[in-house]
């Protein structure tokens, strides 16, 4: 097996916080692991449920803005299969004139020369695709706060303004009066018998994205 989604693994993993990388890593062993069972089926449904299983990224995580780098791998892995798979089928109809060879040492060269044509198509096929996959290469710093800070200002950036309006409505002080509210120290907000209605970090999130 040739390395490119190896490769592209370890790049990714490179411009990557380390909880990400973890997370590439371990995609990237469940798409080796389809490969070596046979299987072509690299699809994001597929390898989001296996990743799942292993408690790896969830398939709507792979497909969400910030799981760009887990779909490219994953990418990666089905036009790397795909490509050998349908070439393979194309030259044995259509060089069907090898086995009319009688030299069994000249017949294997052929086969053999057949073979690496295929290969290299493939190869070449897989770096086109890739080269249209946008990923942000720049280096990230080494924590979760600025991932985040950077998810929240994506969000906003993509935001109309009735949309603003109706995230400032929701942490708005007379609403909270009116169903009788609370938000507390932690950013939780309960109701007049102490339930809580959302979960701490609510109202700080909120406000956070009101302020980019």
Same mark, same amino acid.
């Given at each position: 097996?040739?390395?490119?989604?190896?490769?592209?693994?370890?790049?990714?993993?490179?411009?990557?916080?380390?909880?990400?990388?973890?997370?590439?890593?371990?995609?990237?062993?469940?798409?080796?692991?389809?490969?070596?069972?046979?299987?072509?089926?690299?699809?994001?449904?597929?390898?989001?449920?296996?990743?799942?299983?292993?408690?790896?990224? $969830?398939?709507?995580?792979?497909?969400?803005?910030?799981?760009?780098?887990?779909?490219?791998?994953?990418?990666?892995?089905? #036009?790397?299969?795909?490509?050998? $798979?349908?070439?393979?089928?194309?030259?044995?109809?259509?060089?069907?004139?090898?086995?009319?060879?009688?030299?069994?040492?000249? $017949?294997?060269?052929?086969?053999?020369?057949?073979?690496?044509?295929?290969?290299?198509?493939?190869?070449?096929?897989?770096?086109?695709?890739?080269?249209?996959?946008?990923?942000?290469?720049?280096?990230?710093?080494?924590?979760?706060?600025?991932?985040?800070?950077?998810?929240?200002?994506?969000?906003?950036?993509?935001?109309?303004?009735? #949309?603003?309006?109706?995230?400032?409505?929701?942490?708005?002080?007379?609403?909270?009066?009116?169903?009788?509210?609370?938000?507390?120290?932690?950013?939780?907000? $309960?109701?007049?018998?102490?339930?809580?209605?959302?979960?701490?970090?609510?109202?700080?999130?909120?406000?956070?994205?009101?302020?980019?």
């Amino acid at each position: 097996m040739s390395h490119e989604p190896h490769e592209l693994c370890e790049a990714l993993k490179q411009i990557s916080t380390p909880k990400t990388a973890s997370s590439i890593e371990l995609i990237h062993q469940i798409c080796t692991e389809q490969s070596e069972r046979g299987s072509c089926d690299f699809t994001i449904a597929t390898i989001g449920r296996l990743s799942e299983a292993v408690n790896g990224p $969830k398939t709507q995580a792979i497909r969400n803005k910030t799981g760009e780098k887990y779909r490219a791998l994953i990418q990666s892995w089905a #036009e790397y299969k795909k490509p050998l $798979k349908v070439i393979t089928s194309k030259v044995k109809e259509q060089n069907a004139w090898v086995d009319d060879i009688d030299d069994a040492r000249i $017949k294997w060269l052929v086969m053999d020369l057949i073979a690496q044509n295929s290969k290299l198509t493939g190869q070449l096929q897989l770096a086109k695709e890739l080269s249209n996959i946008n990923i942000d290469l720049r280096p990230v710093a080494n924590n979760n706060a600025m991932e985040s800070s950077s998810h929240l200002s994506l969000t906003k950036s993509n935001l109309l303004p009735t #949309e603003v309006e109706a995230i400032s409505y929701s942490i708005d002080p007379d609403r909270f009066e009116k169903n009788g509210w609370i938000a507390d120290k932690r950013g939780r907000v $309960k109701d007049r018998n102490g339930n809580t209605i959302f979960k701490a970090g609510y109202v700080d999130a909120i406000e956070k994205i009101l302020s980019l």
